[in-house]
């Protein structure tokens, strides 16, 4: 992982992050997130591909490793790591293979003292195998969203899902599940989700013949509703838009 800083209009590399405990094949840096002086680095295929994710944290002019995280639970083969968001004490971490049935599922740690404990795992409601459910989350106040691109929508084979749930101490409670209102076969909503207050955005890359496009939700009475769908004013079959996303 390669640190930047901004010095005038030109960024520069100023530093270099590597896993404290290097294996061939781990997916170092596959997924990270960062908040102040905390950054956290994911390992997805660490140890027989069960994943792990280390905690590091910035003094001085230097990043120091501070803890490793792993599943409770861990199985070969989970990805745990696939996906990861911080906010405050939490961190979620995605892991978009692991049981029940493979669908995946996101793991809730929180920080007390210097440690960080898991406090929850949370799987899908009638998930199933290759549902990629944890594939991307994201957390902004006591909203955790997850997306789970390969979730079937009714007889749409792939064409994807987002979950919404409530993050109240230490427990964590499912709001709604999210489709795209002109969903199809294949569209992989839900490869990237982005929220910032009341905004929720849920990515469909290969909508549209691969075209992509964004879709937004907004919380209105508390429910979260669909209120608009992005596409690149110049785009193209197979260009991916909606891959990724990120706001603030």
Known sequence: VYVFRKHGDAWHSVDKIVS??????????????VQGN??????????????AAYV?????DSWFHKANLEAGDSADGDYFGQSVAVQGDVITIGARNTNPNSAGGFYVFR?????????????????????HFGFTIAI??????????????GDLEDAGAAYV?????????L???????????????????????????????????????????SQKGGRWIETGRITASDGMKNDEFGFSLAAF
């Open 20 to 33: 404290p405990y290097p294996q061939k094949g781990d997916n170092f840096g596959r997924a990270l997130a």
């Open 38 to 51: 905390l950054l956290v680095v994911t390992a997805r295929k660490n140890s027989d591909e069960k994943g």
């Open 56 to 60: 590091f944290e910035y003094r001085g």
């Open 111 to 131: 920080k007390s003292g210097d440690v960080w404990t898991e406090i929850a795992k949370v799987t899908p409601l009638n998930g199933k195998k290759n549902d």
């Open 140 to 153: 902004s106040g006591d909203i955790i969203t997850v997306g789970a691109r390969r979730a079937d929508s």
């Open 165 to 173: 749930y409530s993050l109240n101490g230490d427990s964590v409670t």
């Open 175 to 217: 709001v709604t599940r999210l489709t795209a209102g002109d969903a199809s076969a294949f569209d992989e909503f839900g490869q990237s989700v982005a929220i910032a207050g009341d905004v929720l955005a849920v990515g469909a890359w290969k909508d549209n013949d691969k075209q992509g496009s964004i879709y937004l939700f």
